[in-house]
């Protein structure tokens, strides 16, 4: 079965510095995507980045990038030039693209992000 | 655009008492799920749907019904609330085809049974 550890309960960052938040997954799959999400005190998932794992270029959005090392089965979050904003619940997730289109997402079980000003 | 919009926002239930908990979307979206969400254990997967008419069970499905009667709307019910099922619920919802930007999530309902 598919797994998702994200090994950093709590990080923390200074305002404009940069941080990387860890993720590492199983899979025997070939073809899959991840994703990083953010929760915000307010609750709301935000979609912050999304990786295909057949693609070897890594995703960027912004001051967000990844990186993915498919052999290790990493994948990483860079956020660059924090900001109070960031503050939030970071969560890994997994969803493999099955031919029988169930599309099930495992997600890791969060790193909190605290940005210091 | 309202996405996904989950009903209540807070509820508290007795130990024992049913309620069902809401989700529409208007996205046209095939894909429906529903997770909780714990301290320390992510969001796990209760029921998910891939179509109207169509219903599985996923990692934590006890306790919990589902039907999907229409593509818009996937209700979960809660058959006899216990403290356990004290949480954050999440449905989410994404197209099977061709969209490959993850989930649309709802805004979430904290629920606790006491």
């Known amino acids: 079965a598919q797994t998702v550890t994200q090994s950093q309960p709590e990080m923390s960052v200074q305002e404009a510095e940069t941080v990387t938040l860890s993720c590492t997954y199983d899979?025997?799959?070939?073809?899959?995507?991840l994703f990083w999400y953010k929760q915000p005190p307010s609750r709301q998932m935000i979609l912050v980045i999304r990786?295909?794992?057949?693609?070897?270029q890594n995703a960027t959005e912004n001051r967000f990038s990844v990186n993915f090392q498919k052999a290790a089965k990493s994948f990483s979050l860079k956020i660059s030039d924090s900001q109070l904003g960031d503050a939030a619940m970071y969560f890994c997730?997994?969803?493999?693209?099955?031919?029988?289109?169930?599309?099930?997402?495992?997600f890791g079980t969060g790193t909190r992000l605290k940005v210091l000003a | 655009n309202a996405g996904v919009t989950q009903t209540p926002k807070f509820q508290v239930l007795k130990t024992g008492q049913s309620m069902t908990l809401q989700c529409a979307q208007d996205?046209?979206?095939?894909?429906m799920s529903w997770y909780r969400q714990d301290p320390g254990m992510g969001l796990r997967l209760i029921h998910y749907?891939?179509?109207?008419?169509?219903?599985d069970q996923g990692e934590v499905p006890n306790g919990y019904n589902v039907s999907r009667s229409t593509t818009e709307d996937f209700p979960l019910r809660l058959l006899s609330a216990a403290p356990s099922q004290t949480s954050v619920y999440f449905c989410?919802?994404?197209?099977?085809?061709?969209?490959?930007?993850?989930?649309?999530f709802g805004s979430g309902t904290r629920l606790t049974v006491v």
């Open positions: 996205m046209n979206h095939e894909y």
């Open positions: 997730a997994y969803r493999d693209d099955t031919t029988s289109g169930t599309y099930k997402y495992i």
């Open positions: 749907s891939v179509g109207a008419g169509i219903t």
């Open positions: 989410a919802s994404s197209s099977r085809q061709g969209d490959n930007y993850g989930y649309t």
């Open positions: 899979t025997s799959e070939s073809d899959y995507y």
């Open positions: 990786q295909e794992a057949y693609k070897q």
